[in-house]
């Protein structure tokens, strides 16, 4: 599986904006999930999808010496769902691109309406070298330039129906602690990234979003859509090994703020928002037995 999640480029202007392009494939839209509607591709997927088309943006302003890793997302906003073979148009553009820092906005839109924004997001940038080879860089950019929607790719991740191994406390509508290990073996770590692998932002905040879910739903049965993500921040590296100890404390009806720990150290946070969304009762049994083999 590939933890890429464009599948062409349709127009760059270096240094300013890009367009791209990913079809939701069945896989994605059909992996077992514990939170949302059924059938969609994961909303923090969507941002990662984004997310990588401003990657490819960044490095050809800056000749693949530079790449992308993002350390702040002030505003997230996910208007709707991503179904499958829906074909998501990526947009991305630059607001301000100094020295080792980069800021940018980007959208994504299904049939020319949007269904997420990001505002202002900030970047590091890391020397390319050190996560993966230059020239490969280079010529995975060409062929996604000549890349055409014309298929759905069957190679694309998909995330493990939970990505959380145990709940450690549980105060049911008040606040979860829960542990997890970061595979060394996990399939996304062989293109985040080949030289130096490191946990993608977004599986970060797909851990908080699966617990927040859980927290809000106060032990009913309701299931909730994420909303908003407000005032993400990824502050260290987590790396294949560490064992992440989530907290996730609910701080009004629908919202809960979330933080990644690993040895103490505060690595992610963030506040993540939802609304009540509609599933069948067979969607709300799966996922309750998906909940029941961990805690």
């Given at each position: 599986?590939?933890?890429?999640f464009?599948?062409?480029?349709?127009?760059l202007m270096?240094g300013?904006r890009?367009r791209a392009?990913h079809r939701?494939?069945p896989?994605?839209?059909q992996?077992?999930?514990?939170?949302?509607?059924a059938g969609?591709?994961?909303p923090m997927?969507?941002?990662?999808a984004?997310?990588?088309?401003?990657?490819?943006?960044i490095?050809?302003?800056?000749?693949?010496?530079?790449?992308l890793?993002?350390?702040m997302?002030?505003h997230?906003?996910?208007?709707?769902?991503?179904?499958q073979?829906s074909?998501?148009?990526l947009?991305?553009?630059i607001?301000?691109?100094?020295?080792?820092s980069?800021?940018?906005t980007?959208?994504?839109k299904i049939?020319?309406?949007p269904i997420?924004?990001a505002?202002?997001?900030?970047?590091?940038l890391?020397?390319?070298?050190?996560?993966?080879?230059?020239e490969a860089s280079m010529?995975?950019l060409?062929?996604?330039m000549v890349?055409?929607?014309?298929h759905?790719?069957?190679d694309?991740?998909?995330p493990?129906e939970l990505?959380?191994?145990?709940?450690?406390?549980?105060?049911?509508?008040e606040?979860?602690?829960?542990?997890?290990?970061?595979p060394t073996?996990?399939?996304?770590?062989?293109?985040h990234f080949?030289?130096?692998?490191?946990m993608?932002g977004?599986?970060l905040?797909?851990?908080v979003a699966q617990l927040?879910a859980?927290?809000v739903?106060?032990?009913g049965d309701q299931q909730?859509?994420?909303t908003e993500?407000k005032?993400a921040?990824?502050?260290?590296?987590?790396v294949?090994?560490d064992?992440?100890w989530?907290v996730v404390?609910?701080?009004?009806?629908?919202?809960?703020?979330?933080?990644v720990?690993?040895d103490?150290?505060?690595k992610a946070s963030g506040?993540?928002?939802f609304?009540?969304?509609?599933?069948?009762?067979?969607?709300?049994?799966?996922?309750?037995?998906?909940?029941?083999?961990?805690s």
């Open positions: 599986m590939q933890f890429n464009v599948d062409g480029i349709e127009t270096p300013d890009l392009f939701v494939s896989g994605e839209a992996a077992p999930r514990v939170y949302g509607p969609c591709m994961l997927l969507v941002f990662e984004v997310g990588q088309a401003a990657a490819w943006l490095a050809e302003a800056t000749e693949h010496k530079r790449r890793l993002v350390v997302v002030p997230l906003r996910l208007l709707a769902p991503a179904p073979g074909l998501l148009q947009n991305a553009e607001d301000q691109l100094r020295g080792d980069v800021r940018f980007g959208n994504v049939d020319g309406k997420l924004t505002e202002k997001v900030m970047g590091f890391a020397r390319l070298e050190t996560l993966t080879d230059p010529h995975d060409e062929a996604l890349a055409e929607a014309t759905t790719r069957d694309v991740f998909v493990p990505l959380i191994d145990e709940i450690v406390a549980e105060q049911p509508g606040r979860i602690e829960a542990q997890t290990l970061v073996d996990a399939p996304q770590f062989a293109d080949p030289r130096r692998p490191l993608p977004s599986l905040g797909e851990i927040s859980r927290v739903a106060d032990g909730f859509s994420l993500v005032r921040r990824f502050r260290e590296p987590v294949p090994g064992t992440l989530v404390t609910r701080n009004s009806d629908l919202g809960a703020y979330g933080e720990f690993v103490g150290d505060l506040q993540f928002e609304t009540p969304v509609e599933v069948d009762s067979v969607e709300r049994a799966r996922r309750a037995r998906i909940w029941s083999s961990i």
